[in-house]
């Protein structure tokens, strides 16, 4: 039996490269079906990894909380997204035991300006326990203090790319910029962090919240806490975690006066993760299928050209009957070359894959990882649709009768 | 009865077709072969000479009648048991040679045995024994496209051969070639026949004929005459050469 369908495919090889350009032809279909089944399961792949690890470098213990319902309720854009202010910030930090420290954000893209330099930056506005909360690092000089933020001072720390942007290579720490025209002293530059959710991490300064409030944003007022953007909570360890959301939770509720619906949203980085995770998953489905179906044209692409060649081959069909060759040996012999087609155009399909891939991650920051199950899978998609869309032709030729085909 | 009987047809017939379009190529023919004669099958165009063949060849089926290959009736086998037949019991030479041209002229010869399963090592020596009988062995390696038409067809013989069949038959084989070639292929079937093999060959060029010992002469799917010797057919011929042709002519 191997040696059989070894000869059978020896046999088969023969014969279709002895017509090359339309063999190619046949396995283009083939060929750009596994290409890209490959190429986005690796790209698909690839970008779930990336999130994964962008969601690690933020911290594994933090939770944010996010003024408004979750963005999936019918009432999200009804909750006025003021709903979060500075004050329940500093009242979580008081009374909230599982928190380990608390960050609120409160941002707005603003003029920079240094020397002849000149551009727009999300300034943040935040306290002392970033960087510990964040799990952000400071690369030179220092994080701005508590006692900085109490004094309302005008101090500023760059993300390494605006520090980059505005300084080049000169060191930063220690010059003055304009924030809005309210001069600012630089005090420290931020650690790279990369890209996080399509935000560069990157490219921001941070600011004593205090600051932003009662100068940049201007809404400080005696009776009104300014509003925030997102407080970013750490919890004392990773088993805290829901004890924190919890907490967080019902406190939230009791300061808001929330009857029915919460008009915040507290959201931990697991499911954030599992957010984005599920989504990229998605996507890479998405795109599996969609290039599962150019497999699948691929395949009548073989179907159909197998079927011209056997019109075109009743005489050689019809001699090998009248030399001795059963119905049996006739169907494995087409059968074998639409395989061979196929596993052919599926190899060269899974190389260009390869090839892509590689330089794909070579140009963009995303890792491609061409995973072997996503080569067993497309070999063996290739193999079924090769047998699967190789019958007919097959059939076809074994029936034809010995005279009719030596005939013609 | 013959102990050395190869062939016996039994009121054969053969029509193509249904209702007005029905043709009747073969009616009621009876015809006996034994072991080691060399025969050939003339008559005008369109007569059934070569609907017999391809029955004889177990190409195709009778619509009527009994048809024994070694005493062994064949006119019902299925198809599986025909292709077994044609593979090791008989032997095919075609007008057109019908060589495949992505093979060598020894992988052609190795075609047959390849449906009949024997063991590569095997399969080359008897292929290059074959080719060594129709001359070719200097040619092996050839594609047929780099071989002439008389070495196309000495190919083919050697693929009809390999497998030893009881019966070669061959029908118009020197057909599409010069009366030179026709002679070398004719010298191979003559040394096949004197070491013993049955050949049966239809043929339109008497000079051909006048080889074989017998002339079935077919006329309008019947058998009109089943054993002329050269000389009664050199006979007959001269006495229906007004009827002979003429009858073709009509037919078509
Ligand atoms: N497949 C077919 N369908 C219909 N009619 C056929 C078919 N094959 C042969 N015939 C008819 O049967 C008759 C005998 O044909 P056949 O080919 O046996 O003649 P032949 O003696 O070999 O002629 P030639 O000398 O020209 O080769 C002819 O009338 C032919 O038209
Ligand atoms: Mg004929």
């Known amino acids: ?408 | 009865m013959s102990a050395l009987e190869i062939i016996r047809l039994e009121q054969i017939s053969k029509h193509y077709g249904q209702g007005d379009l029905e043709v009747l190529a073969l009616h009621k023919i009876n015809l006996l072969v034994n072991q080691g004669e060399y025969c050939a099958i003339m008559g005008p165009s369109g007569s059934g000479k070569s609907t017999a063949m391809q029955i004889l060849g177990c190409l195709d089926r009778p619509s009527t009648g009994r048809y024994y290959l070694q005493r062994q009736a064949v006119d019902s086998l299925h198809d599986d048991e025909l292709a077994y037949i044609r593979n090791r019991k008989l032997g095919f030479v075609f007008q057109q040679f019908h060589l495949l041209p992505q093979l060598t002229a020894m992988e052609n010869v190795m075609l047959p045995m390849t449906y009949a399963g024997l063991p590569h090592k095997e399969r080359h020596e008897r292929a290059a024994y074959a080719l060594n009988q129709v001359g070719l062995e200097q040619r092996m390696s050839y594609r047929p496209n780099q071989l002439s038409g008389g070495q196309q067809q000495r190919v083919a013989i050697a693929r009809a051969i390999v497998n030893q069949p009881i019966l070669l038959l061959a029908d118009e084989p020197t057909g599409a070639l010069d009366s030179r070639t026709s002679q070398e292929i004719m010298n191979i079937f003559q040394s096949l026949n004197d070491r013993g093999m049955t050949i049966i060959m239809v043929t339109h060029d008497f000079e051909t004929a006048r080889l074989c010992q017998r002339i079935i002469w077919f006329q309008d799917g019947t058998i009109i005459n089943n054993a002329l010797t050269p000389e009664e057919f050199r006979e007959f011929s001269r006495g229906s050469s007004r009827t002979a042709p003429t009858a073709a002519t009509t037919h078509l």
């Open chain 1, 1 to 408: 039996m191997a040696v059989y369908l070894a000869e059978n495919a020896s046999m088969a090889v023969r014969t279709l490269s002895a017509n090359k350009l339309r063999s190619g032809l046949t396995m283009l279909g083939i060929i750009i079906g596994n290409a890209s089944v490959i190429a986005m399961i690796a790209v698909g792949q690839g970008a779930q990894q990336f999130i994964g690890k962008q969601f690690q470098s933020l911290g594994t213990n933090i939770l944010f909380v996010l003024p408004g319902i979750a963005p999936e309720g019918p009432l999200a854009s009804s909750i006025p997204a003021e709903s979060l202010v500075l004050d329940d910030a500093e009242a979580m930090a008081r009374e909230v035991p599982a928190i380990a420290g608390v960050a609120p954000e409160k941002s707005d893209r603003l003029r920079v300006t240094w020397a002849d330099k000149d551009t727009q930056v999300d300034v943040t506005g935040t306290n002392s326990e970033y960087p510990s909360v964040r799990n952000a690092g400071v690369a030179k000089g220092r994080f701005f203090s508590m006692l900085e933020l109490q004094q309302h001072q005008r101090v500023a720390v760059l993300g390494s790319e605006t520090a980059r942007t505005l300084f080049g290579d000169r060191y930063p720490v220690g010059a003055k910029i304009r924030i809005r025209n309210y001069s600012f002293r630089v005090i420290g530059v931020m650690a790279e962090k990369g890209a996080s959710m399509g935000m560069n991490q990157d490219e921001a300064i941070f600011i004593p919240i205090s600051v932003m409030a009662s100068q940049l944003t201007g809404e400080d007022n005696a009776y009104t806490s300014p509003s925030l953007q997102s407080i970013s909570v750490s919890a004392k360890s990773s088993e805290n975690m829901s004890a924190a959301q919890f907490q967080i939770n019902n406190l939230l509720r009791l300061r808001h006066n929330v009857k029915g619906e919460n008009d915040f949203t507290v959201r931990s980085q697991q499911e954030l993760l599992q957010t984005a995770d599920s989504i990229t998953g998605m996507l890479v489905v998405l795109m599996a299928a969609t290039s599962g179906i150019s497999l699948l044209v691929g395949g009548i692409g073989i179907m159909n050209i197998m079927l011209v060649s056997v019109s075109e081959r009743t005489q050689e069909i019809g001699l090998r009957k009248a030399l001795g060759a059963t119905h049996k040996d006739i169907q494995v012999q087409f059968t074998v070359e639409a395989v061979i087609l196929a596993l052919t155009g599926g190899s060269i399909g899974i190389a260009i894959a390869v090839a892509g891939t590689v330089i794909f991650a070579a140009l963009t920051p995303l890792e491609a990882i061409v995973s072997p199950v996503a080569i067993l899978l497309a070999v063996g998609v290739s193999g079924a649709i090769g047998l699967g869309f190789g019958v007919l032709p097959a059939r076809n030729a074994a029936r034809l009768d010995p005279i009719i085909a030596l005939r013609s």
